[in-house]
């Protein structure tokens, strides 16, 4: 009995930790208030799909890579800076998922889908 309750236990530390790292997707995001306006020309950043939209009432650009390894971050590095002709405010990297947004509270809501 001990046996395959320790073997469950291992079994189930297992899938919560690979799970962890699971890769996202912007219809998780969906399931959690992203709302889709209009699909991105995603291709052009290497990404494997992206959208504009709203979410938490703020504009949004979010777009889905392979790996975070991925994401080329030096492309969107002055992004939000100061002045910037796109008005950007905020930007965030939660595993595989890049977002640009207007605002302050869409970043928070993506790093919900980590449970962090």
Do not use: H
Request: charged fraction near 25%; proline fraction near 2%.
């Amino acid at each position: 009995m001990k046996l395959k309750l320790m073997s469950l236990v291992t079994i189930f530390l297992i899938a919560s930790c690979s799970n962890a790292e699971a890769p996202l997707t912007i219809n998780e995001a969906e399931s959690i208030g992203f709302k889709k306006k209009q699909q991105q020309l995603f291709q052009m950043i290497g990404a494997i799909d992206g959208w504009s939209g709203t979410w938490e009432g703020e504009r949004v650009e979010l777009y889905q890579f392979e790996s975070p390894e991925k994401i080329k971050k030096d492309l969107f590095s002055t992004s939000t800076d100061e002045g910037n002709i796109s008005g950007w405010v905020d930007k965030c990297t939660v595993r595989n998922m890049f977002m640009l947004s207007k605002g302050k509270k869409a970043c928070s809501k993506l790093k919900t889908l980590t449970g962090s």
